[in-house]
């Protein structure tokens, strides 16, 4: 690491500790202060109310329909988040790289191939609308042998200046006395007035695209490779680890004051049957 990156990963490093212990504290601040007004009997009106309501919905076979769609969307919308972390973290680690016989991730970061431009003719007389859109995710595929790559593929190669650029072969020169034991190949992006630099060796290129992407998500995926994405992620996770806890003193406590409220008779008895059905056995705050 360069002695920018070590101060760019410390300054992450301290900026998500510092929001971890605050956020921590937050949750189990408000946590605290709404267990002793439950204790108090100020949201005894509010328990009641939605307690009723709970049991009115439960009754209903409509509310238990609505129930399940509600959760398989939640289950979905958590799948969906995992698919995409996981997708964040293959491209974190892989980039543009092959690994074996699976496909490379990149995303799309120019918009040299968003579109047709008009003089490139060769893309309106084959018929070629495979462009790519910036901040699309697309796969790549191991690079075929070098008689195998046709006109009209498109690959990620490595230009002169370093950069990796996934354009279109619309030219090949097989050998010949200038370049005898390989081909030249002539690309360009399909959005781009002129032909990349020529010639192009096979040496240069990387991967090939086949057609497989994903549109739009390559901003998210930028954004969660970022230091400010990496903070925002491993904060969910750690909402997702604190919520519930901090949700179940919190039940506790209401089921303390909904036995209270059952036996003085302002609540039916079946309000026990959320908090049980639920696995809160009562204890409040500290038992």
């Given amino acids: 690491m360069t002695g920018f990156e070590l101060y760019v990963f410390f300054l992450c490093l301290i900026v998500f500790i510092a929001l971890t212990a605050l956020f921590s504290f937050f949750i189990f601040y408000v946590g605290k202060q709404r267990i002793i007004i ?98 699309d995710v697309v796969l790549l595929h191991e ?35 200038s370049h005898p034991n390989e081909r030249y190949f002539l690309l360009q992006g399909d959005a781009v007035h002129y032909p990349d630099t020529f010639p192009v060796r096979y040496c240069q290129m990387k991967s090939i695209y086949k057609g497989e992407r994903i549109p739009n998500v390559g901003s998210f995926v930028y954004f969660m490779q970022s230091p400010a994405g990496i903070i925002c992620l491993i904060l969910i996770v750690v909402s997702m680890l604190l919520m519930p806890i901090a949700d179940k003193f919190i039940r506790n406590a209401e089921y303390d004051r909904v036995v209270i409220l059952v036996e003085n008779g302002t609540l039916d008895r079946k309000a026990l049957s959320f908090y049980k059905g639920n696995g809160y056995k009562g204890g409040g705050e500290n038992e």
């Fill in 143 to 177: 690079l075929p042998k070098e008689e195998d790559i046709e006109l009209y593929d498109i690959v990620v190669y490595e230009h002169v200046s370093g950069a990796l650029l996934i354009h279109r072969v619309i030219g090949i020169e097989e050998p010949n006395e």
């Fill in 38 to 135: 439950i204790k108090n009997g100020i949201a005894d009106e509010e328990i009641t109310k939605s307690l009723n309501k709970r049991i009115d919905k439960m009754a209903n076979k409509n509310y238990r329909i609505f129930d399940t769609i509600e959760k398989i969307a939640s289950v979905s919308l958590c799948a969906v988040l995992c698919v995409l972390f996981i997708l964040v973290g293959i491209s974190s680690c892989i980039g543009d790289t092959n690994v074996k016989n699976l496909p490379a991730i990149k995303v799309i970061a120019s918009t040299s191939m968003s579109e047709k431009y008009e003089n490139n003719k060769h893309l309106f007389e084959n018929d070629l609308n495979d462009q790519l859109q910036l901040f």
